[in-house]
């Protein structure tokens, strides 16, 4: 079983995005008033964090890659431009309303913060049901040169909307996670990066041909890693040898840094899902930021 789909399964009820009993559906257009797809997610209503946009300019918008036109969802402080800016990639389900409203706080901390719709040129994630049939019909075929080449064109539209590309970082969720990681490898404008639970090693195939542990040498930015010490689908051995990796490589990987959190599943930053753990989250969420303005990108 895929990495991504094994940690993403375990975090989820029944094992499902759409079992019967254990999910809802949230409409991106209803609760955000742009024109994305319903979500379908676990049921965690209560606990999901819902961010004002007030103050804001957010919304949906398109970014130009070679000509094709990606949808991305952008939050940025209104009326403001020279922005640091912060990529915000997104788990296996897309650009859903945690994902939205994840930007929102980075966007109240004063960042432009923009998630692409990385898996939209593959298919819709929340038209599947089944996290096998996800995986398999769309996540395994993204490569991943797609992805450095989409990040790339939204650092450039950034850099024309109001941001501020000397000042630039990344954080991902899990298969976001890796994604972090691979760009911190890729990007040389990158400044800084914050990789949650992002699988550190796998399989390598056309699409994926190399994971964070083979890239650990080619860092060109520090990277914080956030990850939980209960995560039953990311061995904490794997964190060991990442962590011996970049001791070898030159100063932005030996810059790089791990915390795990002893008591924490996967997933463990997903307010919406069962996994949520707060203490874990709120200090991730603060060590994020404070690792972003250590490396200049405030």
């Not at 966007?107 to 819709?124: C, H, K, N, S, T």
Request: charged share 20%; aromatic share 8%.
């Amino acid at each position: 079983m895929n990495s991504d789909l094994f940690e993403d399964s375990q975090a989820l009820l029944g094992g499902k995005i759409g079992a019967a009993g254990t999910t809802r559906r949230m409409a991106m257009k209803t609760a955000l008033g742009v024109g994305y797809a319903a979500a379908a997610l676990p049921i965690m209503a209560q606990t999901a964090i819902k961010t004002p946009s007030t103050g804001l300019l957010a919304g949906e918008v398109t970014i130009d890659v070679n000509g094709f036109k990606m949808p991305a969802y952008r939050s940025a402080p209104a009326g403001k431009t020279g922005l640091p800016v912060v990529l915000v990639i997104s788990e296996i389900f897309g650009v859903h309303e945690y994902i939205a409203d994840t930007t929102h706080r980075l966007a109240q901390a004063g960042y432009l913060a923009i998630a692409p719709e990385l898996f939209v040129r593959q298919g819709d994630p929340n038209e599947y049901g089944e996290l096998a049939k996800l995986q398999s019909e769309i996540i395994a075929k993204v490569p991943d040169a797609q992805v450095m080449a989409d990040l790339d064109a939204c650092v450039a539209w950034a850099a024309a909307n109001g941001g501020n590309t000397d000042k630039l970082a990344i954080t991902g969720f899990c298969w976001g996670g890796r994604i972090t990681w691979l760009y911190a490898a890729h990007q040389p404008r990158l400044k800084a990066g914050v990789a949650w639970y992002g699988r550190l090693v796998g399989n390598t195939s056309p699409q994926t041909p190399q994971h964070p542990l083979a890239l650990a040498g080619s860092l060109k930015a520090p990277v914080l890693g956030l990850y939980g010490g209960a995560d039953t689908g990311i061995p904490l051995d794997t964190v060991d040898k990442m962590k011996a990796e970049l001791a070898k490589g030159p100063a932005s990987a030996k810059a790089s840094e791990f915390v795990v959190y002893p008591d924490a599943p996967h997933a463990f930053h997903a307010d919406y899902r069962p996994s949520y753990r707060k203490p874990a989250a709120d200090d991730g969420w603060q060590r994020m930021l404070a690792w972003f303005k250590r490396f200049g990108v405030a």
